[in-house]
């Protein structure tokens, strides 16, 4: 896994052009099982991949904290919302509330999420390879092929099962 980590920025940069063109198609004309075909690739994937080893989201990307999830964290934190906004996160560019920093706050030394029962919506979907309607969020996929390896499997399972 360690390997595959350190070789994944080229490996998604390779495949960057093949994959915008793949899903550049893919919107034009959406297979009517998308949504069942991406489910069946996606548990495939995540059935042989152990979020633990890796991490990289959390090391790497920040989530965005909806208002649920601020009320949620804090109110697990034993913490305001407020006093839990002002310690934790800020507000990006898009005027999203974000963590402060990265890696997260939340990732201990094992890879383990301490808030992991009441964790964003935005973590517990990542890296969103099994959502609805995918053809809508393949600029998103096109950024976390480069974060998470079991995104990157998902999209080559994906280009071999539904060539375009």
Request: proline share 6%.
């Amino acid at each position: 896994m360690e390997n595959f980590l350190k070789n994944l920025p080229k490996l998604a940069k390779d495949t960057h052009n093949e994959n915008k063109k793949y899903f550049d198609k893919l919107k034009k004309k959406t297979p009517k099982n998308l949504d069942v075909q991406m489910q069946e690739i996606h548990d495939r994937v995540f059935k042989k991949t152990d979020c633990l080893t890796c991490a990289n989201c959390c090391k790497t990307t920040g989530p965005l904290f909806t208002s649920a999830d601020i009320e949620r964290v804090s109110k697990f934190l034993k913490m305001k919302p407020q006093p839990f906004i002002d310690q934790y996160l800020r507000i990006d560019e898009d005027r999203d509330y974000v963590l402060q920093s990265v890696p997260c706050t939340f990732l201990d030394n094992e890879n383990y999420c301490m808030i992991y029962e009441v964790r964003p919506k935005a973590c517990r979907e990542y890296p969103h390879t099994d959502r609805k309607k995918f053809q809508q969020i393949t600029n998103l996929t096109l950024k976390n092929v480069e974060i998470c390896p079991a995104a990157f499997q998902v999209v080559e399972e994906m280009k071999k099962k539904m060539p375009l």
